[in-house]
């Protein structure tokens, strides 16, 4: 069990240190901005989203700590090429995983190592706050998201 505890480490750390997809995508079909005051993670993403509701490309920029960083790099190589109903579905996974004894799906990929946050309940809003700003982005919400 330390031994794959030391792996999901070194996933978050690297996912914090070298985020993947961190950048602005212009242009982008739909944006929100995240806030998780509890924290100070602010996070931006962005996708291109096509007619048919598929995810063509999805990025983010953002500044917070590496739950928060590590969580929204690894969602966006996640949900790149996903439909709509395809990331709610995941997203509803990775909820269960991170405030539930939830035992992690196959289909939830790296993410899993996200899964120790359940121990920290103040942490569990870091590693869900870009995929809550992604589906206030696909909701059209003009609004930025809070987690509080
Ligand atoms: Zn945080």
Not at 11 to 21: E, G, S, T, W
Not at 28 to 33: F, I, V
Request: charged share 20%.
């Amino acid at each position: 069990m330390d031994s794959l505890r030391e792996l999901y480490q070194q996933v978050i750390l690297d996912h914090n240190k070298q985020p993947r997809n961190f950048r602005v995508l212009d242009p982008a079909s739909h944006q929100a901005k995240g806030h998780n005051p509890l924290c100070g993670d602010r996070v931006t993403v962005y996708l291109d989203v096509d007619a048919d509701g598929v995810i063509q490309d999805i990025s983010f920029q953002g500044q917070g700590c590496a739950i928060s960083t590590a969580s929204a790099s690894l969602m966006t190589t996640m949900l790149k090429g996903k439909t709509q109903a395809e990331a709610d579905a995941l997203f509803n996974k990775f909820h269960a995983l991170v405030t539930s004894d939830a035992e992690p799906t196959d289909d939830l990929g790296k993410l899993t190592v996200l899964g120790g946050v359940r121990e920290y309940p103040s942490r569990v809003k870091c590693a869900t706050l870009a995929w809550h700003a992604v589906q206030a982005a696909l909701e059209n919400q003009a609004e930025p998201v809070k987690t509080e």
